[in-house]
């Protein structure tokens, strides 16, 4: 890899994929063909670890850490209705295309990719690899003589998987050992390791 330092500036090209079978400790994870969201516009991904150490001769002698769930916030353009009930588990009517929230939908587990730009032109692409999302608070304000763009943010959490124990996959685009995976990054949500 590049030996220039490189930076975050972006975010582009928001997809999920449903889990549609598999991730159990000898099943390997299946998934749909990944789709695209609407353009991106932020993506928090907030990992909580704990940890503990153990005292001993008076003083800290090891410490250990845990994943427990990540919490991930997206936010893109829009969030269309065919979008919402994939990815919240609501249902809309073939007949009338009216989309429905029931007290008993179950959102689906996903997927979730993206790439961020870097200062050198480079990009950092990822997958969170199994999550749920929750449904979004909706805002609404009157326009008032300038115009306020009001996007819908959706958070959800994300675990690690039973499979193989991952939680994330990531690539770097200055890596040459990486190009064959970025050229299919999101087409496909990339095999486990442990397959």
């Keep these: 890899m590049a030996d220039k330092i490189a930076v975050p500036v972006g975010l582009q090209?928001?997809?999920?994929?449903?889990?549609?079978?598999?991730?159990?400790?000898?099943?390997?994870?299946?998934?749909?063909?990944?789709?695209?969201?609407?353009?991106?516009?932020?993506?928090?991904?907030?990992?909580?670890?704990?940890?503990?150490?153990?005292?001993?001769?008076?003083?800290?002698?090891?410490?250990?850490?845990?994943?427990?769930?990540?919490?991930?916030?997206?936010?893109?353009?829009?969030?269309?209705?065919?979008?919402?009930?994939?990815?919240l588990g609501s249902k809309i009517d073939a007949d009338t295309g009216l989309l429905w929230?029931?007290?008993?939908?179950?959102?689906?587990?996903?997927?979730?990719?993206?790439?961020?730009?870097?200062?050198?032109?480079?990009?950092?692409?990822?997958?969170?690899?199994?999550?749920?999302?929750t449904l979004p608070t909706e805002e609404a304000t009157t326009k008032q003589g300038e115009i306020e763009f009001q996007t819908p943010t959706i958070t959800g959490t994300f675990l690690k998987r039973i499979y193989d124990g991952e939680w994330r996959v990531r690539a770097d685009s200055r890596n040459v050992e990486s190009a064959a995976a970025i050229a299919a990054w999101f087409t496909t949500v990339p095999a486990s390791p442990k397959a």
Excluded: C
């Design 13 to 87: 090209d928001i997809y999920y994929a449903k889990l549609l079978s598999g991730d159990t400790a000898t099943e390997a994870p299946v998934y749909e063909t990944p789709k695209a969201l609407l353009p991106a516009i932020t993506a928090n991904v907030t990992p909580t670890v704990e940890s503990a150490t153990l005292h001993g001769n008076d003083g800290p002698i090891i410490t250990a850490n845990a994943l427990s769930e990540i919490e991930v916030e997206i936010g893109v353009a829009n969030l269309d209705l065919e979008q919402q009930a994939d990815l």
């Design 101 to 133: 929230d029931n007290s008993d939908d179950q959102a689906p587990e996903v997927a979730l990719g993206f790439r961020r730009s870097m200062s050198d032109g480079s990009f950092v692409y990822t997958w969170l690899l199994k999550g749920k999302f």
